[in-house]
């Protein structure tokens, strides 16, 4: 039984910096992967960052430079580093996991998901 817990969300000004964590339990899949997704009010789900099981990491436009994904095995812990944050990075951030990856950008990939935290830049 595959399980997400996500923690870390919050309140931030506008520069700052945050660290979303996602404790993943009963995932066993070394062809899947991870990724953070996000939801503003009004707005689709959209994909923030992904990784694969090799560490391999990717970034959408609006983030690269400013978010970094991250993994710890030992711990089985899955971050988001998020710094310069921005007004319009406010939503409610999910993490999910993929036992494919058939297409590490597209929520319909992701099989399993936390149940959301919030993080909110003004």
């Known amino acids: 039984h595959v399980q997400l817990v996500e923690s870390g969300g919050g309140s931030v000004q506008a520069g700052g910096s945050m660290r979303l964590s996602c404790v993943v339990s009963?995932?066993?899949?070394?062809?899947?992967?991870l990724g953070w997704f996000r939801q503003a009010p009004g707005k689709e789900r959209e994909g923030v960052a992904n990784?694969?099981?090799?560490?391999?990491?990717d970034y959408a436009s609006p983030v690269e430079g400013r978010f970094t994904i991250s993994k710890d095995n030992a711990d089985n812990t899955l971050y988001l580093h998020m710094s310069s944050l921005e007004p319009k990075d406010t939503a409610m951030y999910y993490c999910?996991?993929?036992?494919?990856?058939?297409?590490?950008?597209?929520?319909?990939?992701?099989?399993?998901w936390g149940q959301g935290t919030q993080v909110t830049v003004s």
């Open positions: 999910a996991a993929s036992t494919d990856c058939r297409d590490r950008w597209s929520s319909d990939s992701y099989q399993y």
């Open positions: 009963g995932y066993t899949y070394p062809r899947g992967c």
């Open positions: 990784i694969l099981e090799d560490g391999e990491e």
